[in-house]
């Protein structure tokens, strides 16, 4: 379980009934969801469903309220005919934090108009004399208490039920100690009156869980944004050419939406008819639209420009690109980072020892000092001064700020442990092809001997044209970046292998390696040579025009255009980078050289590669997500990139969603302000208790001072957490944090 993000990670096989029993037990109820279903009024059939709280029939349908959970909804998808619809909330977790935030504050202008009219009369003698009274005082009292304070009761009463001790049994003891002792002094008579610190008490901590509550829909805001971006409705082409619009859960793949300009893109899909640039930013931190046109995929979620799209829908419900990033930060957010466990270790044991603490504080007034009236107002102080809400904060709501930071700016971080993992990353290893290069042989160097390189381009871009070498796509695709005109080829002929040759405008073009230029009788190791020289470690293209030597291109995949800069980056975090390749080494030096890399290792299987990462330690790895899958999980992190969140979720701890290595050292670097922020709270909590609970013993913290103190330090661990949310990222950042 996890208090900060309110959700319960369940491991094996259970039906909704046995989980329900266990977290009844435990003093927790499941999260309720709002779901309305048209054309139905079969009122019982849906009761009988399992997890169905309530049914509301209504003019059109029913309003059913459920359990929020996947099987529910299904269950509801079951009893609806084929022309009805199912409409449900878009963020059920926003929802219920709307509607908790709500009650709050309900209890808030409960509880502080009357406890400020007990301040009132406790403290002046404004309020005529019947109203100053002990039973006014104690009438006025009630409410607050029992109505006001009540989550703090029944929390406290389900604590005790099931032999434990955790914050609400201090609020409770503390509020009903005073209660009680004060409604024993107007039985008796007496003068001594609390009544006005229960209900402050209570109106200070139901004042703190409202800022909680509202703190905590700001932290998860991130995870709440990116669910909210599925449309309700898609619109659907018939057969016919006419829209219809539709529900999104009754679209399927295959079907063919019409994404009008502006719109949101309903599910994943590919372009089938128009062009247009689409706003991907709120999905992967990437503030430049992207030009689609027909062939382009297409991620649900994003934002549609000023072209209209039909789309062919690939992709629906939780296979959804959108659906697995929400999911797979809902479970990040849900984990516990290994410093967590301190704060746990003390928790289990803090409560308990804060009650023998307040056990002794009264017995130490009352037998020692002589003053019991004094020892109850000591010990309901240390009581309620050391709730550890703090403490059990300090970790989740870092967590899942920072997490949420990072999805927003397209960096998927597994969990807790991992981001701790990855906030101690000593060393960074990247694979070369495909991570710190582009993946794809490109010209790097070319040389005509007549010095016209674009007439030379021409003529063995038309050649190539007609072959399925991947260099020969690599040229033309230069070609076509010049923007050359290319000529037809005539009999042309490609040897595997070798190279190719052919005629363009009545010229006789051989392109290819050494021994096959060599065979027209000319001197190629002289063309082998200049091209080695000029472009080391890339691949020499050789070529001769009308059977005489013309000149050369080299090939070969080429860095990244930010790859440079991210390694500088890294550098200046204090991280050091290694290249681990399977490439030739003469190819990898070259990159390495180029990005300036010390530490190079080539020719390396993914085996290889795996067992060097396991004679490293704090190390980080870097790659594409498939080939270098045992990489990724032999490093302390692995870190997929671009697009790879498939298989991240398997082999990696980080994905990053864009195809841009600018993410990795942005990762890094919130790994760290994050894990730095929870060990401030820690801290904090830590230092806020140590302080505290020694002046509330010797008298020296008020009650009703203790119990603001209590709620505004949880405030500000929230608030400390909250700083995550403006930690910079994204293309050009490179936080140095």
Sequence with gaps: MNFGTRRVQIEGAADLATVQAALDRGGYALGDRRTRLAGVGEVAAVERIDGVLAVTATDDGLEVRHVDAP???????????VHANLETEADPEAARLARELEAWRRRLWLAAPLSALLMVAAMTSWLPAPWRGGVAQLLLTVPVLFLAGAPFLRGALAAVRRGRADMDVLVALGTLAAFGYSAWQVAVGGDELYFETSAM????????????????RATGDAVGRLARLEPETAD????????????LGRLLVGDVVLVKPGATVPADGRVRDGTSAVDESLLTGESVPVAKTEGDELTGGTTNGR?????????VGDATVLRRIVGWVRSAQAGKAPVARLADRVAAVFVPVVLVVAAVTFLAWWLVVGDATGGLVSAVAVLLVACPCALGLATPTAIVVGTGRGARAGILIKGGEVLERAARTREVVFDKTGTLTVGRPEVVALHAHDGDTDALLALVAAVERRSEHPLADAIVRHADARGLDLEACADFAAMPGRGAAGRVSGRSVRVGNAPWIAEDGLDADALLRAAEHAAPGATPVLIAIDGAPAGWLALADAPREEAAAVVSALGRQGLAVRMLSGDTPSAAEVVARELGIAHVEAALRPEAKAERL??????AMVGDG?????????ADVGIAVGGATDVASAAAGIALVRDDLRGVPDALALSRRTLATIRQNLFWAFAYNTLAIPLAAVGWLHPMIAAGAMALSSVSVLANSLRLRHVPLGPGTFSDA
């Design 307 to 315: 072209g209209a799209l039909e789309v062919e829908v690939t992709a």
């Design 626 to 634: 498939v080939n270098d899958a045992p990489a990724l999980v032999k």
């Design 201 to 216: 008490i209570v109106t200070l901590v139901v004042l703190g869980r409202w800022l909680e509550a509202r703190a905590r």
């Design 614 to 619: 396991e004679a490293l330690a704090d190390v």
């Design 71 to 81: 099987a529910v909804l299904a269950a509801l998808r079951a009893v609806l005919p």
């Design 236 to 247: 659907l082409l018939r057969s016919d050419g006419a829209t219809e619009t539709i529900p």
